[in-house]
């Protein structure tokens, strides 16, 4: 069965540090990869989608990056983190968003200080 | 920008009561997919609807679909207290290769014992 793996499960860094947020999928192959944030209360904004190794698309031009350097590990990113940038991070994969619904991880929750 | 608009923003029912929320959208879809989402956690896919289908069930969830409406309703017959999260349609895009969808902002449903 597939199952998706999202890690750390909570994260407090200084404004102006560095981040990396990993997400790996397993018992599947070519899963498309999403990165969405959630910010209290709120709906999912979709940051970054992946439909292929190095494939990335960028929904929201931001302080953030996401590659993907294997078929199912896809790893988000930023150089230096601001406050704006807290809130509970996801991640999620699909087969084939026509016909299935999303997997999500269990979330980070990322609050900058 | 946000797709699928959730009424009520939130809802308070008594355990056995039914719970109805909808959902609106302003584009044309492929599908409308349903999600719970328990506090703090990652969203569970709930169900997917196609465009072409009307209403669908899945145990106690009754899901029906007004394309000329743009407009869908997730019914929860018999509410239990582990009902209790929040309640999130997306809609998939209804055009090819381009595979994301978009999260509305979410019913918070209480039941109350």
Known sequence: SQTIHQWPATLVQPVGSPLSLECTVEGTSNPNLYWYRQAAGRGLQLLFYSVGIGQISSEVPQNLSASRPQDRQFILSSKKLLLSDSGFYLCAWTADSSNYGYTFGSGTRLTVV | ?113
């Open chain 2, 1 to 113: 920008s946000q797709q699928g608009e959730e009424d009520p923003q939130a809802l308070s029912i008594q355990e056995g009561e039914n719970a109805t929320m909808n959902c609106s959208y302003k584009t044309s879809i492929n599908n409308l997919q349903w999600y719970r989402q328990n506090s703090g956690r990652g969203l569970v896919h709930l169900i997917l609807i196609r465009s072409n289908e009307r209403e669908k069930h899945s145990g106690r969830l009754r899901v029906t679909l007004d394309t000329s409406k743009k407009s869908s309703s997730l019914l929860i017959t018999a509410s239990r207290a582990a009902d209790t999260a929040s309640y999130f349609c997306a809609t998939g895009p209804n055009s090819g290769g381009y595979q994301k969808v978009t999260f509305g902002i979410g019913t918070k449903l209480q039941v109350i014992p």
